[in-house]
């Protein structure tokens, strides 16, 4: 009696492996970040920014000169608690090197699945 229920257990164990390596190999998409790195949510960042406000406001790639064009700051934060890549906006510096106030845009983006937590100015 013993040996039948180990057997019956053993079966119902591989079942249940079975079935959760079917699930692993089916959905292994669900298991991988859209957002995978910091480069790819400032592309995101720049785009959204860009759809939002225009070439007037803001300029993608590397800073410039050109005085009054916001630009994205290249090191993008990564918040642990919400999983997702915080991309923020830098200041232009005026030519004579004067003070500068206002604020610049931050762009939330979810790690796991791409979409678009907020979008605000701090």
Not at 42 to 60: H, K, Q, S, T
Request: glycine share 8%.
């Amino acid at each position: 009696m013993i040996k039948k229920m180990i057997i019956l257990w053993c079966v119902i164990a591989l079942l249940l492996v079975g079935n959760v390596l079917q699930f692993v190999r089916n959905y292994s998409c669900l298991f991988t970040d859209a957002v995978p790195d910091a480069k790819t949510a400032l592309i995101i960042a720049e785009n959204v920014l860009l759809a939002m406000y225009g070439d007037d406001y803001f300029w993608p790639g590397p800073p410039t000169p050109e005085w009054g064009i916001m630009k994205l700051d290249e090191t993008v934060a990564f918040d642990r608690v919400r999983r997702a890549w915080v991309v923020t906006g830098v200041l232009p510096q005026p030519p004579d090197g004067g003070l500068v106030t206002g604020s610049v845009p931050e762009v939330v983006i979810s790690m796991r699945d791409g979409r678009i937590i907020s979008v605000r100015h701090i």
